[in-house]
Nanobody
Framework: EVQLVESGGGLVQAGGSLTLSCTAS??????????IGWFRQAPGKEREGVSC????????YYADSVKGRFTISSDNAKNTVYLRMNSLKPEDTAVYYC???????????????????WGQGTQVTVSS
């Protein structure tokens, strides 16, 4: 059974940093071509793609709103994907989810329907 567990959320002041972790079980990054994505959902808004990393070649993708501030990375030995978030803004406040999908989605990475497995989410709150 595939499971994704996020951690690292919390309350931070604007301009601060947080690192989210997504640890997978039930599959290993080395054995399959998976895309691991980070998504977020703010109150009253639709879930949106934040970033994605492809296990096949390490390609990374970012939403324009976070480009230059967020960095996605993976540690295959730990089966964990990280999202380093710098220069946080109040508009980054949301529940952040990681998701895994079998395949290499390329520039279509942000489509939620492509992902088969989702974590439970972790709250990130940025105060002004």
């Amino acid at each position: 059974e595939v499971q994704l567990v996020e951690s690292g959320g919390g309350l931070v002041q604007a301009g601060g940093s947080l690192t989210l972790s997504c640890t997978a079980s039930g599959f290993t990054f080395d054995d399959y071509d998976y895309d691991i994505g980070w998504f977020r959902q703010a109150p009253g808004k639709e879930r949106e793609g934040v970033s994605c990393i492809s296990s096949s070649d390490g390609s990374t993708y970012y939403a324009d709103s976070v480009k230059g501030r967020f960095t996605i990375s993976s540690d295959n030995a730990k089966n964990t994907v990280y999202l380093r978030m710098n220069s946080l803004k109040p508009e980054d406040t949301a529940v952040y989810y990681c998701a895994a999908g079998e395949g290499a989605y390329g520039t279509s990475w942000y489509h939620l329907i492509l992902y088969d497995y989702w974590g439970q989410g972790t709250q990130v709150t940025v105060s002004s």
